[in-house]
């Protein structure tokens, strides 16, 4: 991709003390020929508030931080103004690690945001299919004809709409824990760690994508869609070893 131009504007604000950290970012970025072909352009803003409580004094149990970011990414393009494809609201991040012992650790992740815009299908429309072969005989090549299967009938296709039903609808919220023990048994300065993690134990079924298909219908003359949740990750336990030297 081609170099992106773009404007920023930041007005940083921080405050820090010995253990806690607050920080807030406002951003606002133009960018412009982005879409290589057309004249489209686009603008981004928002701002993040982060959190954190690290390099605690000795004997704090708790500590982690936490990050908040509202952003809004808009795209002129066909004629049209409608939300970039990674366009998030709200995204909410939150690490926090529980010491029991200077042996055992508890930690966790919690990740909730906006799901990401997307073209929903409107419906079913018959396929369309270049006639470079002319298979209708009327000396025409460059136009388009329905799809027939073998067997003449009609082949469907997903309808995706005009420009106008681009990035109308939303992903469902994205939302994800995760969570992993470690145990070093000789302290934090031991060489030896060991530590058990399960990746979404709450087993949430997200959506990263909805794939449309096409599925009989027997109550119609044409297929119905059928929209499948895409890019989740299952409940995922792993375990692990780290050693320094
Ligand atoms: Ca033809």
Known sequence: MQEVPYDVRVLHVEIATAHRHVMATPH???V????????????????GVFVSRTGAPAGTRVTGWASYTWGKTIRDAYGRRYDFDYDRRHAFTMVATYCFTPRWELASTTRVASGFPRTAPLGVRVAAVDDTLDSDGDGVT??????QD??????????????????????????????????RPRGAAGRW?????????????NAGAFEPRLAFDPASDRPRIVEERDQSIPR??????????
């Open 142 to 147: 460059d136009e388009l004809l329905p799809g």
């Open 150 to 183: 073998a067997a003449g009938r009609l082949v469907y296709a997903v309808d995706f709409g005009s420009a106008g039903n681009l990035n109308q609808a939303r992903l469902p919220e994205f939302a994800r824990v995760d969570v992993r023990a470690t145990w």
């Open 236 to 245: 995922l336990p792993t375990i692990g070893v780290r050693s320094r030297f």
């Open 32 to 47: 412009s020929n982005l879409l290589i072909g057309n004249d489209g352009r686009g603008r981004a803003y928002g701002f």
């Open 193 to 205: 760690e060991f530590h058990a993690e399960i990746i979404n134990p709450l087993n949430r079924k």
């Open 28 to 30: 606002y970025k133009r």
